[in-house]
């Protein structure tokens, strides 16, 4: 999660993968999923509780709701 710019724009969440130089998976609000994850990614995360949790702190920092479970993929 970061926010460059408060009150600017609006922050953001994503999913960056360490072991491909970096890559950044933006997540959509609207789907609830990370845009172009790799299916092996959301299989090893997908399911996680942790993982979960983690999205959802996000989620209530950039203060949006969310009423069912994220999913990664």
């Known amino acids: 999660m970061e926010n460059p710019n408060p009150g600017r724009r609006p922050g953001q969440l994503h999913f960056q993968d360490r072991s491909n130089k970096g890559a950044k998976y933006p997540f959509d609000f609207e789907s609830g999923k990370f845009e172009g994850l790799p299916r092996s990614i959301e299989k090893a995360v997908g399911n996680n509780p ?6 959802r702190k996000g989620l209530a920092a950039l203060g949006e709701g969310w009423t069912c479970a994220p999913t990664s993929g």
């Open 50 to 55: 942790a993982f979960i949790a983690g999205i």
